[in-house]
């Protein structure tokens, strides 16, 4: 099986043609950027450019995409032109060629306004049947690609399977008051319970989808970090995270003491991710409590293909504001 992978020269796309390779599987990589993990040079908003990379494919990883930090430096006429033209390039491209699965990489950016609760309120319990509300041009589009997905298999059969992944980059937040108020590494231990996912574990995520794909035809699913939480913790959550944490982990108090590290005070959202694992049969390895026991055997809580992968960003350069200013 020959498959196509889109955003090869990205971070996802990287980390899935390395493993892609290491398990001798073959792929043709597309991104706009050459790199040693790209085939063919060129952007899915040309049409003739996903007719020809699909040319003896037999499965499909979209992964290619303009990202929410590139809100603030490119038009929402590009956005619509890559991530909804371009995807609806691909999909046509492959349900011509027939292809047996088309795995896209979405985001749980797409729920937007349905993230952020009120004060007074608990925390978001986020799954799939959470009506997403997006706020950006980036959740848009990325919303209007996952639905020409489920019309695609709708109206000609082609199997498709939607991942709306959370945050899984090394990047540092894009928030200034979470970057000035914790360690970068604190932050991402604390998203763990929550909103954080490995990317070797996005990685087994795209791969068992797409293996499932045939047999489900359609589904969307949230690919995160199993949280320990349930949905009688989320007022809790919100008006004391660090409770409700040193509830469940003991021995996390110390092993952020020793750094200098402190919990988030409150909890505004929480990703489940149970459809995904019932249906797509994944199973993810890292979650706070492998955190924490790597953390205490003196690691980072990073997988060894996130290390290698290593950090990309999004620009060439830094902003006045940080790394990812927003609107």
């Given at each position: 099986m020959t498959i196509l992978l889109t955003g090869s020269a990205g971070h996802l796309g990287e980390a899935l043609a390395r493993t892609l390779r290491a398990a001798g599987?073959?792929?043709v990589g597309l991104d706009v950027q050459p790199s040693p993990f790209t085939t063919v040079v060129g952007s899915i908003a040309d049409a003739a450019v996903a007719d020809q990379a699909m040319r003896g494919v037999h499965a499909v990883l979209h992964t290619a995409a303009l990202h929410k930090p590139h809100v603030v430096t490119h038009s929402?006429?590009?956005f619509v032109d890559t991530n909804i033209s371009g995807t609806l390039n691909l999909l046509e491209a492959a349900a011509a060629a027939r292809v047996e699965a088309f795995v896209y990489t979405s985001t749980t950016s797409v729920f937007g306004r349905a993230l952020t609760p009120s004060a007074d309120a608990p925390a978001a319990w986020i799954t799939e049947d959470?009506?997403?509300?997006?706020?950006n041009i980036y959740g848009v589009t990325k919303k209007a690609a996952e639905d020409l997905c489920e019309l695609m298999q709708r109206k000609l059969g082609?199997?498709?399977?939607v991942l709306r992944t959370s945050r899984f980059f090394p990047d540092e937040d894009d928030d200034e008051r979470i970057r000035g108020a914790y360690a970068d590494h604190n932050v991402k231990a604390n998203e763990y319970l929550h909103r954080r996912v490995d990317l070797e574990d996005v990685v087994t995520a795209h791969l068992c989808a797409l293996d499932r794909a045939p047999s489900l035809g359609f589904g969307r699913y949230i690919v995160s970090a199993t949280t320990p939480f349930t949905r009688a913790d989320a007022a809790e959550l919100r008006a004391n995270a660090p409770a409700v944490v040193r509830r469940l982990f003991a021995r996390y108090e110390h092993e952020y003491?020793?750094?200098g590290w402190k919990m988030f005070s409150g909890i505004d959202r929480v990703y489940v991710n149970a459809r995904a694992r019932d249906e797509l049969d994944w199973r993810p390895r890292y979650d706070?409590?492998?955190v924490l026991a790597d953390l205490q055997?003196?690691?980072d809580g990073h997988s060894?293909?996130?290390?290698l992968v290593g950090f990309k960003g999004y620009h060439a350069g830094g902003f006045t504001a940080g790394m990812y200013p927003t609107e």
């Amino acid at each position: 099986m020959t498959i196509l992978l889109t955003g090869s020269a990205g971070h996802l796309g990287e980390a899935l043609a390395r493993t892609l390779r290491a398990a001798g599987r073959e792929y043709v990589g597309l991104d706009v950027q050459p790199s040693p993990f790209t085939t063919v040079v060129g952007s899915i908003a040309d049409a003739a450019v996903a007719d020809q990379a699909m040319r003896g494919v037999h499965a499909v990883l979209h992964t290619a995409a303009l990202h929410k930090p590139h809100v603030v430096t490119h038009s929402r006429r590009e956005f619509v032109d890559t991530n909804i033209s371009g995807t609806l390039n691909l999909l046509e491209a492959a349900a011509a060629a027939r292809v047996e699965a088309f795995v896209y990489t979405s985001t749980t950016s797409v729920f937007g306004r349905a993230l952020t609760p009120s004060a007074d309120a608990p925390a978001a319990w986020i799954t799939e049947d959470v009506v997403p509300e997006p706020k950006n041009i980036y959740g848009v589009t990325k919303k209007a690609a996952e639905d020409l997905c489920e019309l695609m298999q709708r109206k000609l059969g082609l199997p498709c399977v939607v991942l709306r992944t959370s945050r899984f980059f090394p990047d540092e937040d894009d928030d200034e008051r979470i970057r000035g108020a914790y360690a970068d590494h604190n932050v991402k231990a604390n998203e763990y319970l929550h909103r954080r996912v490995d990317l070797e574990d996005v990685v087994t995520a795209h791969l068992c989808a797409l293996d499932r794909a045939p047999s489900l035809g359609f589904g969307r699913y949230i690919v995160s970090a199993t949280t320990p939480f349930t949905r009688a913790d989320a007022a809790e959550l919100r008006a004391n995270a660090p409770a409700v944490v040193r509830r469940l982990f003991a021995r996390y108090e110390h092993e952020y003491g020793r750094r200098g590290w402190k919990m988030f005070s409150g909890i505004d959202r929480v990703y489940v991710n149970a459809r995904a694992r019932d249906e797509l049969d994944w199973r993810p390895r890292y979650d706070f409590e492998s955190v924490l026991a790597d953390l205490q055997a003196g690691g980072d809580g990073h997988s060894a293909l996130a290390k290698l992968v290593g950090f990309k960003g999004y620009h060439a350069g830094g902003f006045t504001a940080g790394m990812y200013p927003t609107e």
